[in-house]
């Protein structure tokens, strides 16, 4: 194994440098084109990724079935599908620094546990309380999950590769929601809702036991942690995704008590972040990243791109199932909006080689137009219109956020140092977690807002929320731009060949 250069901080490991053991060929290089290791690790993390995302969009179907076990309101029981994704976004930054600092490996399999366990709970929730509490033990197990696997495939691929390695992970992310909607409704049919998290921990347990044996462990400074900047961001963070959560569609006014309190405490706390981040020597975010174009660029596209493809979901599922336009069942909503995952599934991997083949900026600029294009495409839709007429935009939007994904994460990591890298991934899925929570909110809130105040929105309303998303995929062109045009693989391949 190759050594640390001397002088270099206590515990640094350079970008592609391993700690430990392992059953690879001494001598190699994990991240040379003929390591087989670099692959193995990508099939661990997403493996580990899958079985976290099973019952993300599953679990939305069994709502009205744990609602009668637990005879609890509508209130209650919406925390147990949206509070998992509130505290993933809370506390991804944090653990995307302890990732660097304590370790990608061991923040990984820890993460991973015991979001597994306390998902594992979930199925033997004897309240609705424990269940939203389980809940959110695993989201936050999830929180440290994601950024340490990103920095865990950054580590071994090289920075013109990572890309096609990024497609494959937006294609796990992607299928594992697919597989658990299409399996999900059978499961509770045959075996009830709480077999969704007890069929969810075999599939955790293989990926925690390859993850045991094949990630090697790799890091950044042991720098002090930033205990400051973790307490500000959780709490700003916090506020705002409270206020996204209980504002636009939710039980307080605009102009409330409940709405300003909370809305100065977000401003206040994220000023104050960003003030300890400049000054700290190991921020949890390193805003100085955020001075480079392309990683700027980077977080942005990937904010616009899920604000419109996640908030269109929604509104697309709502205007299926609405019995004065389409009139769809609920199993046919999860049929009918399928085929705009399996899109984004299927082109993630394809947009990872595209990209590396002609250019992250070109691919992620013409999926951002594609997602837009499939904005105005459903908007244009009439009451009662065939299927085989809103198929088209479901397929476009799926593989527009597909382009978008993996040349997205690849500049923002690309633009990172082997310190930050978990930082840098919290960063860009903390973009696409705010992009996810603002897209549905304020795309509901467009919705509600041009309805008139009327109890079932008509075609026109609709319409009004999917073009509100198409503009923000405006913001999103200007931000893919803004994406350096990275070296072409084979360009790169002819210069190192030339170089021997």
């Known amino acids: 194994m190759r050594r640390v250069p001397s002088g270099a901080p206590s515990g640094f490991v350079p970008d592609g440098e391993l700690e430990g053991g392992s059953w690879r060929p001494w001598g190699t290089d994990d991240r040379e084109p003929g390591s087989a290791y670099r692959w193995w690790v990508l099939v661990t993390v997403c493996s580990g990724l899958f079985a976290t995302g099973l019952t993300v969009t599953a679990l939305t179907t069994a709502v009205p079935f744990i609602r009668r076990d637990f005879g609890t309101s509508i209130a209650a029981i919406t925390w147990v599908v949206s509070a998992p994704f509130l505290f993933r976004a809370i506390f991804v930054p944090a653990f995307g620094k302890v990732a660097d600092r304590s370790g990608r490996r061991r923040v990984w399999l820890i993460g991973f546990a015991a979001s597994a366990l306390a998902s594992l709970a979930c199925g033997f929730a004897p309240s609705v309380g424990l269940l939203i509490l389980f809940r959110a033990i695993a989201a936050i197990g999830g929180a440290a999950v994601v950024p340490s696997s990103l920095a865990l495939i950054a580590v071994v691929f090289a920075p013109e590769e990572r890309v096609k390695a990024f497609g494959w992970w937006s294609a796990t992310a992607a299928a594992s929601p697919l597989v658990g909607v299409v399996l999900g409704g059978l499961v509770i049919e045959a075996f009830g809702w709480r077999w969704l998290f007890y069929g969810q921990f075999p599939f955790a347990v293989v990926a925690l036991v390859l993850g045991a044996f094949v990630l090697r462990e790799s890091r950044g400074e042991r720098a002090r942690f930033d205990l400051a900047g973790t307490v500000l961001s959780v709490l700003g963070l916090g506020a705002v995704i409270l206020l996204l959560n209980r504002g636009p569609i939710g039980t307080w006014a605009w102009v409330s008590a409940p709405m300003a309190v909370v809305a100065l405490l977000a401003a206040v706390c994220l000023v104050a972040f960003v003030l300890v981040e400049q000054r700290v020597a190991a921020p949890i975010v390193p805003v100085r990243l955020f001075r480079r174009r392309p990683f700027t660029a980077g977080v942005l596209a990937s904010f616009c791109g899920n604000f419109a493809y996640m908030g269109g979901f929604f509104i697309t599922s709502l205007m299926l199932a609405e019995p004065q336009l389409f009139g769809y069942s609920a199993a046919h ?151 350096e045009p990275p070296n072409r693989v084979d360009r790169v391949l002819r210069i190192r060949r030339r170089a021997r």
């Open 333 to 483: 909503v999860a049929w009918g909006v399928a085929p705009r995952a399996v899109a984004l599934a299927a082109m993630g991997p394809v947009a990872g080689y595209l990209a590396a083949r002609f250019g992250g900026r070109r691919m992620a600029t013409t999926g951002m137009v594609a997602v837009g294009v499939s904005m105005v495409m459903l908007a244009a839709l009439s009451p009662g219109t065939s299927y085989w007429w809103i198929l088209p935009g479901l397929l476009v939007s799926g593989v527009g956020l597909g382009l978008i994904g993996p040349p997205s994460v690849a500049a923002v990591t690309n633009e990172a140092g082997s310190a930050d890298l978990g930082a840098a991934g919290a960063a860009v899925n903390l973009g696409a977690a705010f992009g996810t929570s603002m897209g549905i909110a304020t795309m509901q809130a467009v919705l509600v807002a041009t309805s008139g105040g009327a109890n079932a929105p008509g075609m026109s309303a609709f319409s009004a929320a999917f073009l509100a998303g198409g503009v923000v995929t405006l913001v999103g062109i200007g931000a893919t731009l803004g994406l």
